[in-house]
């Protein structure tokens, strides 16, 4: 069954930092895909980055990069440089090739990024 | 229109009530879906469109959720005799295309409070 697992309530980040957001996931599909999206307060789900299960290389959107590691089943968010405005929730989803568009998300992590 | 837009934004009703959500999807887009979030969690699954075609359902939704996409265009989530349990935001969302990595584009979603 498909399983997202964020073990990270909420973290805290100095601007200009780097900051990893944790993400494993369990799933016996050898093809899905992992994603990332940013909730503000004011409650938009925007999306961030995507990688493949068959991706050879890490993903990477400007300052988003994907730490994906197929073996042990993980695809954290690496955000570079963090910016005041980056303090929100990041959820953290999944979607089986065989899961019929239906896409799992983990409980999230709210990021709080101090001046 | 480059965006998808959901009305009501906020709705509070009372306990056995009835009450109709609407999406508007990006327009180009085939595919549309339905979350249900509740506060500390991540959005959770609840049904998808192919066209007018409804292909999936969770099994949280129980018969006093219906959903409809007439003619493929803009959607409505109808819930009967709410419960305060039905307390949530409801995300939609679209997207255009076939494949795993498909980006869903997220409405800012519709608050229900039931009293």
């Known amino acids: 069954a498909q399983k997202i697992t964020q073990t990270q309530p909420g973290m805290f980040v100095q601007e200009k930092e780097a900051v990893t957001l944790d993400c494993t996931y369990d799933t016996s599909d050898p093809s899905y895909g992992l994603f990332w999206y940013k909730q503000p307060s004011s409650g938009e789900m925007i999306f961030l980055i995507y990688?493949?299960?068959?991706?050879?290389q890490n993903a990477t959107e400007g300052r988003y990069s994907l730490n994906f590691q197929k073996a042990r089943k993980s695809a954290n968010l690496v955000i570079s440089a963090s910016q005041l405005g980056d303090s929100a929730m990041y959820f953290c989803a999944m979607r089986e090739d065989t899961g019929g568009f239906k896409t799992i998300f983990g409980a999230g992590t709210r990021l709080f990024v101090k001046a | 229109d480059t965006g998808v837009s959901q009305d009501p934004r906020h709705k509070i009703t009372k306990r056995g009530q009835n009450v109709t959500f609407r999406c508007d999807p990006i327009?180009?887009?085939?595919?549309l879906y339905w979350y249900r979030q509740t506060l500390g969690q991540g959005p959770e699954f609840l049904t998808y469109f192919q066209n007018e075609a409804q292909l999936e359902k969770s099994r949280l939704l129980s018969d006093r959720f219906s959903a409809e996409r007439p003619k493929g265009s803009f959607s409505t989530l109808e819930i009967q005799r709410t419960e305060q349990g039905d307390s949530a935001m409801y995300l939609c969302?679209?997207?255009?295309?076939?494949?795993?990595?498909?980006?869903?584009?997220f409405g800012p979603g519709t608050r229900l409070t039931v009293l």
């Open positions: 990688q493949g299960s068959y991706d050879q």
């Open positions: 969302a679209s997207s255009l295309g076939t494949g795993l990595g498909n980006e869903q584009f």
């Open positions: 327009s180009e887009h085939n595919r």
